[in-house]
C-alpha cells in the first residue's frame, strides 16, 4: 500500500512563506514525476508545479519565480517552497506522485490547506 503524507500547510500573511513536504511511503519501486496541486472554493484542482524524477520541474504562470519545487529521491520526498505568498493562494494544496510499485499508479496526498489572509 503506497501512501503521500503532506505536512506544512497553514495561516500566513500576505507576502509571507510556507514550505510543503510530502513523503511517499509503501511498497515502492521507482517514483517517477511529483507535484502539487491546488484546488480553491467553488474552482477547479490546478496544477501548481511538477517535477521530474531528473529534476525537471514545471511551473503554473503565478508560482514562476515565487515558488520552488524540488525533491530529495533518497527519501522520497517532494517540496514546494512558497515565497511572496498573495490571498489568491488560498487552497487546498495536494501532493501528487507517479509510483510504479508493481504496476504504475498516479497517487494522492490528503491535501493540506493554506490560507493566505492578514
Known amino acids: 500500500q503506497v501512501q503521500l503524507v503532506e505536512s506544512g500547510g497553514g495561516l500566513v500573511q500576505p507576502g509571507g512563506s510556507l514550505r510543503l513536504s510530502c513523503a511517499a511511503s509503501?511498497?515502492?519501486?521507482?517514483?517517477?514525476?511529483m507535484g502539487w496541486y491546488r484546488q480553491a472554493p467553488g474552482k477547479q484542482r490546478e496544477l501548481v508545479a511538477a517535477i521530474t524524477s531528473g529534476g525537471s520541474t514545471n511551473y503554473a504562470d503565478d508560482a514562476k519565480g515565487r515558488f520552488t519545487n524540488s525533491r530529495d529521491n533518497a527519501k522520497n520526498t517532494v517540496y514546494l517552497q512558497m515565497k511572496s505568498l498573495k490571498p489568491e493562494a488560498t487552497a487546498v494544496y495536494y501532493c501528487?506522485?507517479?509510483?510504479?510499485?508493481?504496476?504504475?499508479?498516479?497517487?494522492w496526498g490528503q491535501g493540506t490547506q493554506i490560507t493566505v489572509s492578514s
Open positions: 501528487k506522485a507517479t509510483i510504479y510499485s508493481g504496476s504504475e499508479w498516479e497517487y
Open positions: 509503501g511498497s515502492i519501486f521507482s517514483i517517477y514525476a
